[in-house]
């Protein structure tokens, strides 16, 4: 059985191995450094669909098909799917999901989804009660700048702070096996708010949420930061890691040596124009199946401390002058 | 543990920690680029002069022009592309209004004629109709007690 470690953070018993992971990109996403790692790369951002949303679940499909195969399974092995996304109602989730007939668990942690999914997902293998759980997350830029922000052709110009939401899916599929690597531990983050109202400066509203789950993480399993091969946030950006590491430096604990952020890694801010860095459920899941699932199997990283952020916010929450909450959820994962 | 941060702390180190928007050169590319359409119009203007047209034929037709070549460069996504270097350079204009009345009308088609498109074509422009004729409303009470 699973222990309950410290004040928010639970160690697995069993080996929770992740056999498989796909990563699905759009154009852009393919274009930039990561490029090399990624299962798919499309050639059309509306999937041959006719809207945006309709291609997020063309994409997520796709991606979690892709991944059941990658493991030599079929959709009826997989126990439960957990997935989630930024469309209202988690619909590109629910109809990417819809074809696979697989028990589903439909999870919304704005961009940290990835974290949650993989965090739950663990928590159903650690029970006993599912054999094979596939997680994952996507986003679509198109979909995402309709709901949250403006039509895609208005002549607008976006802020130096803001992020570019990835294109994308991935995925992981969990069970116990004796091939790692594997997730042994979970910190479930709380909700932070700083009062950042901003919703150019996603990296800001989250670096807090990051912040205090790393630190509780660390804190809870008594581990000195230097633990890890690798602290991955996942899409502070430029303006949100440089608060990480101040935030954190605040506390005694210095990250600045070991930490990523997949919202860094996925583009080239000088060549991509994408300002601050990439954000998204896709961010943090594309790089986590592609570049660090991969760097994991060839044990060029053996410890990895999984981070995925997320901006708790609607539009209409933004309208009506809320603040926008951060939270974090931190997936230790080792060879 | 060292004591928490408060929220006017945070906000400092948000401020020290995001860049500014490049303020002098958006001026200026706003100012080329929003000069270089005004003249475009004047020229329109100028050749409608020159067919004979009067001055407010002109400044009209010179309206309709600049619409219809704004709507056509947004949907071919030029437009978003100009927006992007030019900021209020291409909003501005009437080119600018023209652009946020067919960029909302492409994005919402998915959504129906009705619903969609019908509902939410005017969700970028609407604020500027509304507020735009209220004020010339006011502006016009002020005018005629003065007069």
């Known amino acids: 059985m699973a222990a309950h470690k410290g004040k928010q953070s639970m ?5 929770i191995a992740i056999v498989s992971a796909s990563a699905t990109v759009g154009t852009k996403e393919g274009e930039g450094p990561l490029r090399e790692y990624f299962d798919a790369i499309l050639t059309d951002n509306l999937c041959g669909q006719d809207s945006w949303e309709k291609a997020e679940s063309k994409i997520a499909s796709d991606n979690l098909k892709l991944c059941i195969n990658k493991a030599g399974l ?5 126990s439960y799917v957990v997935t989630g996304d930024l469309l209202n109602q988690c619909c590109g989730s629910t109809f990417g999901v819809r074809s696979l007939k697989i028990p589903f668990f439909g999870v919304f942690g704005a961009c940290s989804t990835m974290g949650e999914a993989m965090g739950l997902g663990s928590v159903l293998i650690e029970s006993g009660g599912a054999k094979y759980v596939l997680c994952g997350a996507s986003s679509h830029f198109a979909s995402a700048e309709k709901q949250f922000r403006f039509p895609m052709d208005l002549g607008t110009q976006r802020t130096p702070t803001a992020t570019w939401t990835v294109t994308g899916d991935g995925a992981v599929i969990l069970t116990e096996k004796d091939e790692g690597p594997y997730i042994r531990r979970i910190t479930t983050g709380k909700i932070m708010d700083m009062g950042i109202t901003d919703a150019n400066n996603m ?14 993480h660390l804190s809870d399993f008594n581990f000195k930061p230097d633990h890890y091969d690798v602290i991955a ?5 430029y303006v949100g890691r440089e608060l990480l590491i101040e935030l954190l430096k605040n506390k005694g604990i210095d990250i600045s040596k070991n930490h990523i952020d997949c919202g860094i890694e996925i583009f080239d801010r000088e060549l991509q124009d994408t300002h601050s860095g990439g954000s998204g459920c896709a961010c943090s899941a594309v790089t986590f199946a592609g570049m660090l699932y991969n760097k994991l199997r060839h044990k060029k990283i053996d410890r990895l401390l999984f981070v995925p952020t997320g901006a708790l916010m609607s539009p209409t929450s933004v309208q009506q002058g809320e603040s926008i909450a951060g939270i974090a959820h931190c997936v230790g994962i080792e060879n | 543990m060292p004591k928490d941060i408060t929220k006017k702390q945070y906000s400092n180190m948000v401020k020290k920690a995001s860049p500014d928007s490049p303020i002098i050169t958006n001026c200026l590319k706003a100012f080329f680029v929003g000069g270089i359409i005004c003249t475009i119009g004047q020229l329109i203007t100028n050749c409608c002069r020159i067919f004979g047209l009067s001055i407010e034929q002109s400044g009209n037709f010179t309206s309709i022009i600049l619409v219809i070549a704004a709507s056509v460069l947004t949907g071919l996504g030029l437009y978003s592309k100009l927006g992007k270097f030019a900021g209020a350079g291409s909003i501005v204009p009437i080119t600018g209004f023209s652009n946020s009345v067919t960029a909302p009308a492409i994005e919402f088609k998915k959504e129906g004629f009705i619903l969609g498109l019908g509902a939410k074509i005017f969700i970028v422009a609407g604020p500027v109709i509304l507020y735009g004729v209220l004020t010339s409303i006011a502006v016009g009470i002020v005018y005629y007690i003065l007069s």
């Open chain 1, 11 to 15: 160690e697995f018993e069993r080996s």
């Open chain 1, 74 to 78: 079929k959709p009826e092995d997989i």
């Open chain 1, 203 to 216: 990296g800001a509203a989250m670096a807090p949420a990051a912040a205090d789950a790393i630190y509780q």
């Open chain 1, 233 to 237: 946030t996942g899409d502070l950006g």
